[in-house]
């Protein structure tokens, strides 16, 4: 139980397009997700977390109007990339906080993002 | 300061071996202690969480907490070159975000 998955896996894509990542809860309802970014070697860096049916709260310095994060369902967070530049390409991870009161949290399997 | 301190390694032991990974913090108020543990170009896997002091085993792998000090320890026997990943600790105090630390880069050589 407790899967995250996250779709697509890997992506690339031209410099000024628009990049849209899905993240699913697929056994269990999420009512907090979260969006981590993370470079070679390094630790995870929390862009924003998500509640379903409301606006995502985004960590200091990270660009709203850039990362748009979607939480439609207690199932399914979208973050979309616009406009993206070569300085976005990252591995994208989601996570998906288990709403039973347990303070457990589980990740998706991450996105690879390539921006030429 | 940062809030969680972990040796980022590259941490290198022989298989069988006893792995022991470490974690210092220093808000009193994190609760919650979890260890991921992370494949390279993956998502991380939780392997284990505790609630305030005490210790946790889980088959090979022991989550220990030492709130007085706060010290946080997971400990891998009879390690295998399957265990080698990079390990990170977490922590939560009920509210806010899950607060990382580096994350230690462990191999375990056959």
């Known amino acids: 139980g407790a899967v995250v998955s996250q779709h697509p896996s890997r992506v690339i894509c031209k410099s000024g397009t628009s990049v849209k990542i899905e993240c699913r809860s697929l056994d269990f309802q999420a009512t907090t997700m979260f969006w981590y970014r993370q470079f070679p070697k390094k630790s995870l860096m929390l862009m924003a977390t998500s509640n379903e049916g409301s606006k995502a709260t985004y960590e200091q310095g990270v660009e709203k109007d850039k990362f748009l994060i979607n939480h439609a369902s207690l199932t399914l967070s979208t973050l979309t990339v616009t406009s993206a530049h070569p300085e976005d390409s990252s591995f994208y991870i989601c996570?998906?906080?288990?709403?039973?009161?347990?303070?457990?949290?589980?990740f998706g399997p991450g996105t690879r993002l390539t921006v030429l | 300061q940062k809030e969680v301190e972990q040796d980022p390694g590259p941490l290198s032991v022989p298989e069988g071996a006893i792995v022991s990974l470490n974690c210092t913090y220093s808000n009193s108020a994190f609760q919650y202690f979890m260890w991921y543990r992370q494949y390279s170009r993956k998502g991380p896997e939780l392997l284990m969480y505790?609630?305030?002091?005490g210790n946790k085993e889980d088959g090979r792998f022991t989550a220990q907490v030492d709130k007085s000090s706060k010290y946080i320890s997971l400990f891998i026997r009879d390690s295998q070159p399957s265990d080698s990943a990079t390990y990170l600790c977490a922590m939560w105090e009920g509210a806010q975000k899950l607060v990382f630390g580096q994350g230690t880069r462990l191999t375990i050589n056959p």
């Open positions: 505790t609630y305030s002091s």
């Open positions: 996570s998906a906080r288990v709403t039973s009161g347990i303070s457990e949290q589980f």
